[in-house]
């Protein structure tokens, strides 16, 4: 009876240990054929990348501007934010919790702040904003700044970059080239 029974286990172990090779050969052949970038959206320049299915988990899907090269001076009144339309809009393929970040490269002389925020179909998300300012004594200062933050999209919604300034007379600007970008990331992290 112990025979049979340790026969029977034997039997057992090296079926598992069969069926488990031809999985883990199966799901190496997978991974290795697949593209360097699987998993995340390679960055193009000027362009916002996404995904069109969704992911089965968190974690790994990505929408984003790719570098760009620019310099948008902002013009409007104090505090009436304009759109950086040089900035793609980020179009979110589908309904989730993602984590939004951005920097931004800003130019400003003193005196003038700049607040930058990050808006969803046209209205401002609240706790995305930040500054920079230069009260000093110095003609000017460039910085990069920005914020990293979760928030619930619906899919197609519209995630754009935006900015004003604080205080009128003298420039500012918000600029983007090979000595310090301005950008803006959406990671999916997991669904509603």
């Not at 079926?15 to 054929?33: K, N, Y």
């Not at 759109?83 to 400003?108: C, D, K, M, Q």
């Not at 000017?140 to 900015?163: E, K, M, P, Y």
Request: one cysteine or more.
């Amino acid at each position: 009876m112990r025979t049979a029974t340790t026969r029977t286990i034997s039997r057992s172990r090296r079926s598992v240990a069969a069926v488990t090779t031809v999985i883990g050969s199966a799901l190496l052949a997978a991974i290795m054929a697949a593209p360097a970038h699987a998993g995340e959206t390679p960055n193009v320049h000027g362009k916002a990348h996404a995904s069109v299915a969704a992911p089965s988990g968190g974690g790994w899907e990505w929408v984003q501007t790719g570098p760009l090269s620019f310099n948008h001076p902002l013009t409007g009144a104090t505090r009436a934010y304009e759109r950086i339309s040089e900035v793609p809009a980020l179009t979110i393929p589908f309904p989730g919790v993602w984590e939004v970040s951005y920097g931004v490269r800003t130019y400003t002389q003193k005196g003038l702040c700049i607040t930058p925020a990050i808006f969803n179909n046209g209205t401002l998300i609240r706790g995305s904003e930040s500054v920079v300012c230069v009260d000093s004594a110095e003609a000017g200062s460039q910085d990069t700044i920005g914020q990293t933050f979760t928030h619930t999209f619906a899919a197609g919604d519209v995630v754009t970059l935006h900015a004003y300034r604080i205080r009128e007379g003298g420039h500012t600007s918000i600029l983007s080239n090979a000595d310090g970008r301005t950008q803006v990331t959406a990671h999916w992290v997991s669904p509603t």
